[in-house]
């Protein structure tokens, strides 16, 4: 399987602060890279897929990169509806695989 | 919008079978663009996929669970279940129902696909005697 390690395991920002996040695959993944946002009792939301590519409706201040075995989510300007947890999932071979999550608080 | 639903019972005797259904609303499950996903978290631990079906019935399950997993599909009813037989206390967790888009055959972007949206909101199922 492949292993997903994300970092920080969470973290203390404050509206307005750029935020990143990094993810790392045990192995090559080329892009096959998607992140998602989760706000407590809700359900996951979608908002980033093939490492890079916008979701339809994510605002623009969310973006991605990296390729191969090391990526990033960058918020380049939190707002109060973005503290959440975010995690990555590796969509390159099953059984698909997910980063443990950070939390921006 | 599309929108799923987990049901079941929130508390699952060791030994015995966690039964759960997803409902699928304002879309139709019987699609050849997408599967339908199981995902579990243990509290404080991250997400484990369990498994897929299509709307043909065909599945993929996780090779840690495969010897206990079943998952089904009822089109008829816009619905997709999981069974995971022999429960211990290791698969207590939140259980969430996804659908999960196929790479589309000619796609723009090489890497896009197999991603998990939308999400079921999760049911707890606690295995406890």
């Known amino acids: 399987d492949i292993q997903m390690t994300q970092s920080p395991s969470s973290l203390s920002a404050s509206v307005g602060d750029r935020v990143t996040i990094t993810c790392r695959a045990s192995q090559h993944i080329d892009s096959y890279l998607n992140w998602y946002q989760q706000k407590p009792g809700k359900a996951p939301e979608f908002l980033i897929y093939a490492a890079t590519s916008l979701q339809s409706g994510v605002p623009s201040r969310f973006s991605g990169s990296g390729s191969g075995t090391d990526f990033t989510l960058t918020i380049s300007s939190l707002q109060p509806e973005d503290f959440a947890t975010y995690f990555c999932?590796?969509?390159?071979?099953?059984?698909?695989?997910f980063g443990q999550g950070t939390k921006v608080e | 919008q599309l929108q799923l639903q987990e049901s079941g019972p929130g508390r699952v005797k060791p030994s015995e079978t966690l039964s759960l259904t997803c409902s699928v609303s304002g879309g139709s499950i019987d699609s050849r663009d997408y599967y339908w996903d199981w995902i579990r978290q243990p509290p404080g631990k991250g997400l484990e996929w369990i498994g897929s079906?299509?709307?043909?019935?065909?599945?993929y399950y996780n090779p840690s669970l495969r010897s206990r997993v079943s998952i089904t599909i009822e089109t008829s009813k816009n619905q997709f279940s999981l069974k995971l037989n022999s429960v211990t206390a290791a698969d207590t967790a939140v259980y969430s129902c996804?659908?999960?888009?196929?790479?589309?055959?000619?796609?723009?972007?090489?890497?896009?696909?197999?991603?998990?949206?939308?999400w079921g909101r999760g049911t707890l199922v606690i295995v406890s005697s």
């Open positions: 079906v299509y709307y043909s019935g065909n599945t």
């Open positions: 996804a659908r999960r888009r196929l790479p589309a055959p000619k796609r723009v972007v090489v890497a896009a696909g197999n991603w998990f949206d939308p």
């Open positions: 999932q590796q969509s390159y071979s099953m059984p698909w695989t």
